[in-house]
């Protein structure tokens, strides 16, 4: 148990790759728009990275048990 105040490795970890799963939505977006042309705003594209970082992040931090 981690003392209070500090944050367990396990929802560090999760958290970071919740960040990286932002980022990379972020990285394709903007990738496509160079491509076709800014089909979307950048609010929906904001909103869109949020989801993708929550969705990541709990997906890692409840999976962090079950994978080696």
Known sequence: MPARGTVSHRTKASALWGLVG???FLVLAQAARLLDGPSVGFLPLLGVAI???LGTTAVTY???DRLP
Do not use: C, Y
């Open 51 to 53: 989801v993708v970082a």
């Open 22 to 24: 932002a980022l990379s």
């Open 62 to 64: 409840h999976a962090a």
